[in-house]
């Protein structure tokens, strides 16, 4: 049912082959144990972590289209504040993953009777072996066979591999030692120009027409392209950035890349051109690193860099990436409060309103400035008080995630737009270039 809720598909022989063995080789450890008691409780608690985990994974894989990594265990303090995406996603359907511990209780209630009879209770020891060396043999080839494999696409794998593989794999492949580069470091950046066929050209086409500019590099949380240019019933979902997509350089072929992070490797990205980490939020693994980065090359420009997000800087561990990168100052919850909260943080109308506060400050003393601006209202489960929607949707849209992301959208636009005419009145926009991204996608293909 696991690889169904994951990935819509399932083969009978192929789950059998990448999972089954798995299985075999845990329970049939525990029937070695003697005790039927603990043998019993053993099989419970095996069964309900199994069971929790595996929802979770579901749970984290409808959100973000990533299959988690154990490892990202660590970041279990973050889930309070995505309770409401956590509650969102939760389907009744999930509960047949506890159907049998539900079993369980239930007939020792009705039968008045313990645990004990739980589990094989086989004496055929020579059956026990036989099947711990056999699954044994076939989890250890499975691993081997996989643990060399770049895991690009963590879904692919767990679909191919088998999920318990892509889960023992990654832990392996976080605490060994990377390979070393094939090439000397003075000759990798050639080769990769050779294979990209890249060509220098002499003279770019906009070379400095931007300089001395400051930059305004605003993330637009959960944005997606399909936006720019809707109309629902003859209503532009997104105005104003259909407006600037006609009048700037509007770059429409542009591809998530983040992995586990989710926005915080989207920030990583697009600061350094590098790809994020495949199993661990890269602000985690790559936070104690001297990473090169687009704020410490404007830095030595003359440039004041720092990034500015309503939420708590210690999640997805930013106190630490924000350094790495190069950062002068960042200005996080501690600065902006939480005086009108939208969703999981402040509303994008006072993160914008503050923000722009700390720009005047540095325009109007002379300071050229690199700021990162990375909103938060539009993050799942996309919840705007009514009051704040004004997309008049058709009633095809009420109550789904598609109508609420829609509205939210919206908002965000209106707010966007408020904040630009903000900076046109204190001449700071003219003194500006902004560049605008979405960090990862918003609402999953299905």
Do not use: C
């Amino acid at each position: 049912m696991v690889r169904y809720f994951l990935f819509e598909r399932v083969h009978i022989l192929e789950t059998i082959w990448v999972e089954l063995f798995y299985l075999l080789f845990i329970f049939v450890l525990v029937e070695f144990i003697s005790n039927d008691r603990i043998k019993a409780i053993t099989y419970v608690l095996i069964n309900t972590i199994m069971s929790i985990l595996l929802i979770g994974l579901i749970l984290y894989f409808k959100y973000s289209g990533q299959v988690v990594s154990l490892l990202m265990l660590s970041q279990l303090n973050q889930v309070g504040t995505v309770k409401d995406s956590v509650i969102k996603l939760l389907n009744p359907i999930y509960a047949i993953l506890l159907l049998d511990l539900i079993v369980i209780v239930i007939w020792k209630w009705k039968k008045k009777t313990n645990f004990n009879h739980i589990g094989l209770h086989t004496k055929n020891h020579l059956f026990l072996y036989a099947t711990v060396i056999a699954s044994f043999a076939m989890v250890t080839t499975s691993v081997l066979t996989t643990k060399d494999q770049l895991i690009a696409n963590a879904a692919h794998v767990a679909e191919t591999k088998g999920i318990f593989t892509y889960e023992i794999v990654s832990v392996i492949q976080n605490f060994s030692e990377p390979p070393e580069l094939t090439l000397p470091k003075e000759k990798l950046q050639a080769k990769i120009d050779e294979l990209k066929q890249v060509e220098t050209a002499t003279m770019p086409k906009f070379h400095a027409t931007l300089q001395g500019k400051n930059i305004l590099f605003i993330q637009l949380e959960a944005f997606q392209d399909f936006l720019i240019d809707l109309k629902i019933n003859g209503q532009e979902v997104t105005p104003f950035l259909n407006e600037l997509s006609r009048n700037s350089l509007y770059f429409s072929n542009i591809y998530q890349q983040i992995a586990v992070g989710s926005t915080s490797d989207a920030e990583f990205i697009s600061n350094t051109s590098l790809y994020p980490h495949a199993t661990e939020a890269t602000a985690k693994e790559f936070g104690d690193r001297d990473i090169p980065s687009l704020s410490k090359l404007l830095k030595k420009e003359g440039y004041y860099t720092i990034t500015m997000h309503a939420n708590d800087v210690e999640f997805w561990n930013r106190e630490n990436l924000y350094p790495a990168l190069g950062f002068d100052q960042w200005y996080d919850e501690a600065y902006f409060g939480e005086d009108e909260l939208i969703g999981i943080g402040l509303s994008d109308r006072l993160f914008f309103e503050k923000s722009s506060d700390v720009l005047k400050t540095l325009h109007h003393d002379g300071q050229l400035f690199y700021a990162q601006l990375v909103t938060l209202t539009s993050h799942h489960p996309f919840k705007l008080p009514d009051e704040e929607n004004k997309l008049q949707l058709p009633p095809t849209f009420d109550d789904s995630i598609v109508g609420d992301y829609l509205k939210v959208a919206h908002y965000v636009d209106n707010q966007l737009k408020a904040f630009f005419d903000q900076l046109a009145t204190s001449s700071l926009l003219e003194h500006s270039v902004v560049v605008l991204d979405g960090d990862h996608q918003g609402l999953q293909v299905n």
